[in-house]
């Protein structure tokens, strides 16, 4: 098992396009929008700049989450 963290840590994590006016809807019909689950996460937002080779340079949505019992698989991963 990965232990968890023991502090809320906030992590960050990119999606291709915007996703604004999706989530703007949600709130403006007061409903929440609920992601089970995220990966790919990481711990600085730099990673996903405008030279992200994982976003591209074009249009992005960068979500910060407050995450309050993720794990860290950094070790794990192939990615720096």
């Known amino acids: 098992k990965l232990p968890t963290s023991s502090v809320p840590v906030n992590v960050y994590r990119g999606f291709k396009g915007s996703v604004f006016n999706e989530i703007q809807s949600l709130k403006d019909k007061k409903e929440e929008l609920i992601w089970h689950a995220f990966s790919s996460c990481t711990l600085n937002q730099k990673v996903l700049n405008e030279s992200s080779p994982f976003l591209g340079k074009k249009e992005k949505t ?13 070790s794990l991963s192939v990615v720096e």
């Open 62 to 74: 960068i979500c910060l989450i407050k995450s309050i019992s993720g794990r860290n698989i950094k």
